[in-house]
């Protein structure tokens, strides 16, 4: 099993949020992956999957493209190891899940951590980076620190949902994590990689969940090297 | 089984958003059940269950209040009927969506449709509802009115993971619906009954949705009384 994700101008640098689901995924269904390295500006490693995107697995010759369908592929494929899911509700609702921490988390935390994160790049990827994220943003980089102090207690408060429901249970999938603890640990994870803000605080049972998920696997999560 | 429910001054108009929930799991549980109205000021008729909010039931002697608490007693007592939630994933990610539709639905919807609820009410109620709710929010009822056009485009922006992941699938929780529908459907259905906006379009999926919803169970919410 390889898995191909983005990397920094340090190959140990690794953080896209859609990659860390699939990483995850990988762990909880008991699967040794090679982790490939690639750039924003060489994107030939993935060409037999046909996306332009990662994460990418390349699975015993079958290559598989888009974090939603490689966990999906990985259920079926194996039936064997613990589910993802939880049956046929149970996949239906992680996609709602899937797409909050998509359009919630994602998209919330883009501009609060993208000025951290292009330091991270290659020259080439920051040149190619930069004038499309700009572009997506509607405004610079630069002008995105200036709109930080606005945004984060915005990007707080979409988080009640998820704070509310973790008063009552240790993982979004109950009493043990499943694929829509991963989606949504995802994002987290790829501005603690990128960034040196502390955007969820001690206290906070979103910061206990993110602790316990970090103390999956060994320390799995925990281990993966930071920017900052 | 008894179902406790908040009426306006016409007792066939019916809007609490939680009871709304627990009204269409009862039908999914395939229970009989008789509807009993009752004013915010005069709750008389629920103190046997120690809640002062709706809705609550009375089943064969035994009381239950707090809809999520009800749902769970339905679920785990009429196992023969189908599953609200699809087992211990499928009732850990609803508790999200429950948490979700609270957070965004009811509390983004409130001060949209607020203005139209209130005719709606006996004078006591009104008395007794005002002066509270305005304290909530933070401003007077006629101030909503005044913030509508600038809140409504918000709310609909909110709505983005249901109607991304309605694209791919009939239900939240998939080929037919379960609780997690039920409990984002109360919000809406309240939003429906109690106030004359159209927030949600035709040609959007959350309204093809919402259609599904309506015709759920021989078209029992589509027969609700509306408001307007």
Known sequence: ????????????????????????????????????PIKFTDKSPIEPSGSKTVPVIEDNGKWVKESWDIACYLEKQYQKAPSLFGGDIGTAQT???NAWSDAVLVRGLFPIIVSDIIPHFTDEDRAYFIPLREKLLGMTIAETIGIRDKIIPQFNSSLTPLRVMLKSQNFICGDTPGY?????????????????????????????WQERMLGLFDGFARSAKLGY
Chains 1, 2 share one sequence.
Do not use: N
């Open 180 to 208: 829509a603890d991963y989606s949504v640990f995802g994002p987290f994870q790829w501005a603690r990689i990128a960034s040196p803000l502390k955007l969820i605080k001690e206290g906070d049972p979103i910061y206990d």
């Open 95 to 97: 996609k709602f899940i």
């Open 1 to 36: 099993m390889k898995l191909f994700e983005l990397s920094g101008a340090d190959e140990d640098i690794r953080f896209s949020p859609f990659v860390i689901r699939i990483k995850m995924a990988l762990k909880h269904k008991e699967i040794d992956f090679h982790a490939v």
